[in-house]
Structure formats: structure tokens, C-alpha cells
């Protein structure tokens, strides 16, 4: 019989916001039974699992897989310290969940990764932008979908709540599949810049180090915005209203375009100054004006389709191999928005 996988009975704790302490008062079990289980000490008997699972609301098998839990590629830095660390750890534990979940389903189902690794200590941010952007055969100007793009590439895209506003997105790697992700509070034009700033990590960074943040900032700035195509822009921009009748043609946020102008030296810093003076006097820092639809991921939805139209399984086939309730499924894929929902057909 297969052991208890102690890793997946912490992140179920985790996804489910509960400390050992708390999830101890919720099923009488001691928490130094717990503890030991989770660390791999104690193997615990039926009746606990039975417990555990009534709580969390994942089936028993769910506990007896084999599966590894993994970091982000790129750690929250800073804004980590400022996260508490049940809401750091449920974070992780929804993008780990997803993870395991789409690992499942990639079994049956073959992606294709297509992604142009960079030699960080060679090339500059600016110059792996434009890299990729051939890579990829992206025509001229704006990208109208970033999301479409870097899927096409076969990395996942997956939206979920981090139920705060500190972190906005990050990656997460496997030896084959890439994933990046995203905070679905974002507004639309800061969803696909932070699309960017990840990709940048996932194509640049193989090891951290104190320039990661700034690197991946500059990657996105060109990989958004080509210098070679919107410096004639540009140029001829000088007020804020110009400035921001760009926003809805470049897909990218006025505060973007600004720092956009600062990097190509296309004005003074005085200049720069007002700039950031009126986005303060016109309350843009809270919410610019002409908004960006949030773009949406596919790729999942992709997959659950082919597992029900093209491989056969029934819905009831499908919340068993990924070890999963109907309620549990619909509790971590869907919310409130519909546009969100994945669906099972069958």
C-alpha cells in the first residue's frame, strides 16, 4: 500500500489558509500528531486521514500521490516580508495545486514548449527582448495578445486570487513545462506587463541575483513596446493627453509609458517630473483612465476539452484523476466571474 505523502498534506493545510494549530482545533486530532506527519515520522492511520480529509475537502487519495512540491523560480523579495505567512504559503500552495493538476493531465495530453533560453551574462534585457520577439515571428508594434502568445510558446498561463494586491504574479518551472502565475485582481494593461516581467524571468534568469526585478522591468519594456517602433511616437509626445491616447493602442498602462520616455532619454527630467506630477494631480495612480480588457488564459481549458471530447472521459473520470471533489474542482478553478469558469462538458 502506498505511503501518505506528508508534502501533500501540508499544502492542502496551506490552500485551505490553516495552520497546524488551527486545523488541529478543527479535527481533534493533537498537533503534534500533526506535526510529525507532516514532517514524514508518522504514518498516520485511517480514521486520521478520514479527518483530515472531511476538513480540507480533498479526497483521501489525493494524500498518496507522488509529487513534489516546488518554490517559485523566482522569489517574492521584498514584498514577501510584507505578506503574512499563511497568505505567503496558501499563494504558493494554489499555484502548486494547479501545477500538480496540469502535470496530471499533461500524461495524456502533449504540449510543445518553444521558448528561446537566454545567456543572462551575454545578452542584455533589451537585446533578449528583441531576441524573443524574432523568436517568436512577432509582426511590428503592439502585441494584441500577449496571453495567446507565450501559451502558443507552451507555457501555462494560470489566473487565480492571491487575495492580496503586494504580489502580482511569478513563475514556476519543471524540467519540461514552464508555468507563470497571475494575480487576478490585476487591471488589464498591468496583467500583460506582469505577463512580460515573468516571461523575461523565465527566458533570462537562471540563477538570482540583485538585478532580477530590473532586468525583467527593461525585458518587458521592449518587449511591449520595441524602441525601434514606438520612438517615433514617441518623439512627437509631449503632453499627458497624448501620452495617454497611446495606452489604448499599446495595451501598456501610462505609467509604462512614461518610464518608457525616461529610458530613451526623449525628455528631461524635469520634463519626466510634470509628467508624474499631473498622473498624482488627475488621480491616475489609483486608476487611469481608458482601461484595458484583461486578456484570458486558454491553455488549461484547452486540455480539459480534449480529456472530455477527444480522449472520453466523463467528469466524474476527470475529478478522479486529478484527485479532486466536483466542489473541491469548482472551489479552486471558478469564482464569482463566469468569464473565468473552466468547465467540464460531460
Known amino acids: 500500500m502506498e505511503k501518505l505523502n506528508p508534502n501533500l498534506l501540508t499544502l492542502a493545510r496551506e490552500f485551505c489558509g490553516l495552520t497546524q494549530s488551527e486545523l488541529s482545533q478543527k479535527t481533534c486530532i493533537v498537533q503534534g500528531t500533526i506535526s510529525k506527519i507532516e514532517t ?6 485511517n480514521d486520521i486521514v478520514d479527518k483530515i480529509s472531511q476538513i480540507t475537502g480533498f479526497p483521501n487519495t489525493f494524500f498518496y500521490q507522488r509529487a513534489d512540491i ?15 505567512k499563511n497568505l505567503y504559503n496558501k499563494i504558493e500552495a494554489g499555484a502548486n495545486l494547479r501545477r ?7 500524461e495524456s495530453v502533449e504540449i510543445n514548449s518553444n521558448i528561446p533560453f537566454s545567456n543572462d551574462s551575454v545578452q542584455t534585457p533589451f537585446e533578449t527582448a528583441k531576441v524573443v520577439r524574432r523568436f517568436w515571428k512577432l509582426p511590428k508594434g503592439p502585441i494584441r495578445d500577449l496571453t495567446r502568445v507565450i501559451e502558443n510558446a507552451g507555457i501555462f498561463v494560470i489566473e487565480f486570487d492571491f487575495h492580496t494586491d503586494l504580489i502580482d504574479a511569478y513563475t514556476m518551472s519543471t524540467n519540461a513545462t514552464n508555468y507563470i502565475f497571475i494575480n487576478s485582481r490585476l487591471s488589464g494593461d498591468r496583467y500583460r ?3 512580460a516581467h515573468e516571461l523575461g524571468h523565465l527566458v533570462m534568469h537562471n540563477y538570482i541575483n540583485p538585478e532580477i526585478e530590473q532586468e525583467a522591468n527593461e525585458f518587458a519594456s521592449e518587449f511591449l513596446m520595441p524602441e ?9 509626445t509631449k503632453k499627458i493627453e497624448q501620452i495617454a491616447a497611446l495606452k ?3 495595451k501598456v498602462s501610462i505609467a509604462a509609458l512614461i518610464m518608457r520616455i525616461s529610458h530613451l532619454n526623449l525628455m528631461t527630467k524635469n ?3 510634470y509628467l508624474w506630477m499631473c498622473i498624482s494631480r488627475f488621480g491616475w495612480k489609483k486608476r ?13 481549458q484547452e486540455m480539459l476539452n480534449a480529456h472530455n471530447n477527444e480522449l472520453g472521459y466523463s467528469k466524474s473520470e476527470l475529478y478522479k484523476l486529478l484527485h479532486v471533489t466536483e466542489e473541491l474542482f469548482n472551489n479552486i478553478y471558478n469564482d464569482n466571474d463566469t468569464n473565468k469558469k473552466l468547465t467540464l462538458i460531460k
Open 40 to 45: 514524514g515520522l508518522l504514518e498516520p492511520n
Open 70 to 84: 516546488l518554490p517559485p523560480a523566482t522569489p517574492f523579495h521584498r514584498k514577501r516580508q510584507s505578506l503574512s
Open 100 to 106: 500538480l493538476h496540469i502535470e496530471r493531465l499533461l
Open 193 to 195: 506587463f506582469s505577463l
Open 228 to 236: 525601434d517602433d514606438i520612438r517615433p511616437q514617441l518623439e512627437t
Open 248 to 250: 489604448p493602442y499599446w
Open 271 to 273: 520634463q519626466i517630473r
Open 288 to 300: 487611469e483612465p481608458f482601461q484595458i480588457e484583461r486578456e484570458k488564459p486558454t491553455l488549461l
